[in-house]
């Protein structure tokens, strides 16, 4: 879902211009909706149109979709998010916790024909304008669940090859979907030879204490770093190596021909160190102080 | 009463307002993995805790009336001090090795049997809370109309007592409120948290013991 923190339009200074204007957005508001959890802007931007969340006189990009190139994915980081492909034996089944504008998704199912994908996504309001705005069409092979991420898995009766976790609320993730406990739940609906990918964008989460609490859980975690946002890969079993990556990414890009294609992806790998912070768990996990996550992020870099 | 004791009881007020608010801030934390972080988790929270502070009221009163000494009072506060103590037994994590410290033979989450037994999530949010909060915070409502009970000289000066009480037990909960969400949170667990205010009240359940205040007309 979200990820990408950069203002991309500038609020009024008085909140009541705030509540009856709301921001000024340069290319044009399409359509802007209040649901239960978020403030909705869709928006267009240059050749794109864009998804917003508006919290606390801030906007936060949720995601972006070109209509005129649909199997373009505009946001670098979701571009990571398909190399999950490359690790999973043999990837059929897809669950997407954080739908947004959905278009991970649809790219992942136009491009291979055998994946089927359920999206959960907490806001159905957002679920209504991703259809509406970014051509998200629920169908045999793209499943589409209004709920909550944690507790979907908790009761689905299903496993999955590959978990993709990008469940951002405005300016956090709810802290139950970062735990250990929440990545234990998930390795448990994993097939053999399954890998959840989690998006950490280092600017809202504590990306050291997500890296640590997957590490706890996961025998591997590779992270890959594109345009301000941390990617990571967890896996069991042996390491794969750099080669084995790359010879299992380009094998899939030759059979599916993704736009992006996945063994350049793969190239930018970094295995970070087993890390020693405390792992989050359901019993402290402070994701909503982001004052001091900020601040400690800003010391990381 | 002399003056200091009334003093000191108002002060017990604010501690334990403190720990009331704090600890349905904490609360709040063990219910979402198991019940999902919509509104509901909070309105079943909150209105458990009014439910437990509308039956405190009712037989707080009651009880004051029967017996206005603040030993009786502080065996209350005691209890639900007690009580607050098995809690984080009930929080028992799931899936990873951590047992609880004075409880290590629970396995099971007791949330997450709720959470898979109760078949609509409200339902169970609310199932939830009563198990965690209802009984102490009950217990702790007893405060409120035993302090007003213990300080009340004369029906001259009722009006006053009564809002001196509400103010000052609302003024703890303010402090509870924030300190907890917005200090304590940041560096210790709800196990953690739940623990400190049990040991908080007990403190304070101890304290109201050892005052032996008693209302003005108490013949014993």
Redesign the interface.
């Known amino acids: 879902m979200t990820m990408d923190f950069t203002r991309r339009a500038v609020f009024g200074a008085l909140p009541l211009v705030v509540c009856h204007a709301g921001p000024a957005f340069a290319d044009g508001l399409i359509e802007r909706r209040e649901s239960q959890y978020n403030t909705i802007y869709i928006t267009r931007e240059g050749p794109y149109v864009a998804m917003l969340f508006g919290v606390n006189n801030q906007l936060f990009t949720e995601n972006l979709y070109d209509p005129a190139r649909p199997r373009f994915l505009p946001m670098e980081y979701t571009r990571v998010l398909t190399l999950s492909l490359a690790y999973a034996a043999t990837p059929s089944k897809v669950l997407e916790i954080g739908l947004g504008g959905g278009r991970t998704a649809v790219y992942l199912t136009d491009h291979v024909p055998t994946l089927s994908v359920t999206a959960v996504e907490l806001d159905p309001e957002v679920i209504a304008m991703a259809n509406k705005h970014f051509g998200v069409r629920p169908s045999a092979r793209l499943r589409i669940e209004a709920g909550d991420g944690r507790i979907f898995l908790t009761q689905s009766r299903d496993r999955y090859d590959i978990i993709i976790v990008d469940a951002y609320r405005g300016t956090f993730v709810p802290f139950h979907l970062t735990t250990q406990q929440f990545f234990i739940l998930a390795k448990r609906k994993l097939n053999a030879g399954g890998a959840v990918v989690q998006n950490i964008a280092p600017n809202v989460l504590l990306t050291d204490s997500m890296i640590a609490t997957l590490q706890a859980v996961f025998d591997n975690v590779d992270t890959y770093e594109i345009a301000g946002s941390v990617v990571a890969i967890a896996y069991d079993g042996p390491a794969k190596t750099q080669a084995e990556l790359v010879a299992r990414a380009t094998a899939l890009q030759s059979q599916y021909r993704f736009t992006h294609p996945l063994p350049a992806i793969a190239r930018t790998r970094t295995i970070p160190p087993k890390s020693a912070r405390r792992p989050l768990t359901d019993d402290f996990a402070p994701v909503e102080h982001l004052r001091g996550i900020q601040a400690h992020n800003a010391r990381r870099k | 009463m002399i003056p200091r004791k009334s003093i000191l009881i108002l002060v017990y007020g604010f501690l334990i307002g403190i720990a009331v608010m704090g600890l349905q801030m904490a609360t709040s934390?063990?219910l979402?993995?198991?019940?999902?972080?919509?509104?509901f988790v909070w309105s079943s929270l909150i209105s458990v805790t009014m439910l437990a502070m509308m039956v405190g009221y009712y037989v707080g009163g009651r009880v004051a009336d029967a017996a206005p000494r603040s030993e009786v009072l502080g065996v209350c506060v005691l209890a639900a001090a007690a009580y607050l103590a098995v809690v984080p037994a009930l929080?028992q994590?799931?899936?990873?090795a951590?047992p609880d410290p004075f409880f290590p033979g629970l396995k099971r989450s007791t949330l997450?049997w709720i959470?898979?037994s109760v078949p609509s999530?409200p339902l169970g949010a609310i199932i939830a809370s009563m198990l965690l909060v209802f009984v102490p915070f009950t217990l702790l409502s007893f405060f409120s109309p035993f302090c007003i009970r213990l300080l009340l000289a004369d029906a001259e000066h009722g009006g006053r007592i009564a809002g001196s009480v509400y103010s000052i037990t609302t003024f703890g909960n303010i402090i509870g409120v924030l300190g907890t969400s917005l200090w304590l949170?940041?560096?210790?667990?709800?196990?953690e948290i739940t623990y400190l205010y049990a040991a908080w009240l007990a403190l304070c359940g101890v304290g109201l013991v050892v005052l032996r205040a008693k209302a003005t007309d108490d013949p014993r």
Do not use: K, N, V, Y
Request: charge should be negative; avoid cysteine.
């Open positions: 934390r063990p979402t993995p198991h019940f999902g972080s919509d509104i929080l994590q799931e899936f990873i951590d997450a959470s898979a999530l949170m940041t560096f210790m667990g709800t196990r």
